[in-house]
């Protein structure tokens, strides 16, 4: 940054000047390219979407391509113009854009425009993702469901303008920034199947047990208790306070371990025909995803797609517990039990029925601290890889923001 700094002094030590971007390029929108038009080789072409799920800071290939001759009848992006989303159903992403480095045009679709201008494209880039830019364009997104911002608007927001010189200084200072934070995310995208196995392996080795540990079915060390749904449930629904979670499959994360709110509520009339559940119950799904656990951290109504496991606390810690019934024997028997059809449907009595180690407490306690140690190894942003790429990223926001802000020039 000291170099950075030097050249600031040097080349401009009055301050640098701020423009809107309408003052240092032009906005032209895409068009007519749609999902359906896209082809996996041919002339690149860029849609929209793709920004927010695939491009990042900059690019030089695109993903897909479109026919030549339909190619010349769209706006394309030329190299160094700044490819931008300008619609998303989130704010932060409204404006998302990439630098189109590639060795020839690009076909852009709509809800996307190109900034074509003559500074430094990845310096732009690197704007575009500052908080100097989002806390302008912030004041310009319209729309309720789909978020949107006009080209007219972006043509507005001011960019410092520093020399050539200082900003291809600060894109060699930010580059190596995003080029780690790009292999750490490599890393940890490769690594969910590996992890998932490390993770089979050691919970299959823990949650086995010799004869010596007893079995016993389900039902006879916990309460166990299909969902009820009033109908017609719209008629229970309701906004107020005091209506009773109602809990529903689209309420637990994927993966997730905890049930802690829901979307809707039902009455109190409504509670009165369903089943509730208290904190530290589980809740097991017995259709769509059978045989996944949650625990409730929450008071709650189940419906009829759900079974209650309750009153085990005398034999099971809840966390062991928990780990048990995601293992892959416990899994294996519910999916043979609940048939081999199409739709394939767990109930109360085959839980009951399904027969499972109950080790001491203390050896319980031991288990689950070895499994909950490994899953923050993996999973946890405070630890290992997560915790590492949490920290570059940090960082390099920092490092961006710091070095993107200028003392203006007064004029």
Request: aromatic letters at 10%; glycine letters at 6%.
């Amino acid at each position: 940054m000291s170099r950075i700094s030097d050249l600031v002094k040097e080349l401009c030590p009055a301050g640098v000047e701020f423009k809107a971007l309408a003052e240092v390029g032009t906005f032209v929108r895409g068009n007519g390219l749609q999902k359906s038009d896209l082809v996996d080789v041919g002339f690149p072409a860029i849609h929209y979407g793709q920004i927010h799920t695939f491009y990042d800071t900059w690019a030089t290939e695109t993903i897909s391509y479109v026919a030549p001759a339909f190619a010349q009848r769209l706006r394309r992006a030329e190299p160094g113009d700044l490819v931008i989303a300008t619609t998303s159903e989130d704010d932060e992403a409204v404006g998302k854009a990439f630098a189109w480095l590639g060795n020839r045009e690009a076909a852009v679709s709509g809800d996307a425009y190109i900034f074509r201008h003559s500074l430094e494209p990845k310096y732009v880039s690197y704007f575009f993702q500052s908080d100097q830019f989002r806390d302008q364009k912030r004041r310009s997104i319209t729309g309720t469901k789909v978020r949107r911002i006009s080209g007219d608007k972006l043509a507005k927001i001011k960019i410092p303008m520093p020399p050539i010189e200082v900003q291809r200084e600060i894109v060699n200072v930010l580059d190596p920034f995003r080029e780690l934070e790009a292999k750490l995310e490599a890393e940890l995208e490769a690594e969910p199947e590996a992890r998932q196995r490390q993770y089979d392996y050691y919970s299959d080795s823990l949650l086995t047990f010799d004869a010596v540990v007893p079995r016993v079915p389900l039902g006879k060390v916990a309460t166990i208790l299909r969902g009820a749904s009033p109908r017609p449930i719209q008629a229970f629904l309701t906004n107020a306070e005091d209506g009773v979670p109602w809990i529903k499959i689209g309420d637990v994360v994927a993966g997730g371990k905890y049930i802690t709110n829901t979307a809707e509520r039902v009455t109190a009339e409504g509670a009165l025909k369903s089943r509730r559940v208290h904190p530290g119950d589980f809740v097991l799904s017995n259709s769509m995803s059978f045989g996944r656990p949650y625990i409730s951290k929450i008071d709650g109504c189940i419906h009829d797609g759900w079974l209650a496991i309750s009153d085990f606390n005398a034999s099971f810690i809840p966390d062991f517990l928990y780990h048990l019934l995601r293992s892959a024997p416990i899994q294996n028997e519910f999916a043979r039990r609940a048939g081999a059809g199409t739709v394939q449907n767990l109930n109360a009595d085959i839980v009951k029925s399904v027969s499972i180690p109950v080790p001491p407490l203390v050896e319980q306690r031991r288990i689950v601290s070895i499994l909950d140690k490994f899953d923050s190894l993996v999973n946890d942003l405070s630890v290992g890889l997560p915790a590492e790429l949490n920290a570059r990223r940090k960082q390099y926001e920092y490092y961006r923001d710091q070095l993107l802000t200028f003392e203006e020039k007064v004029t």
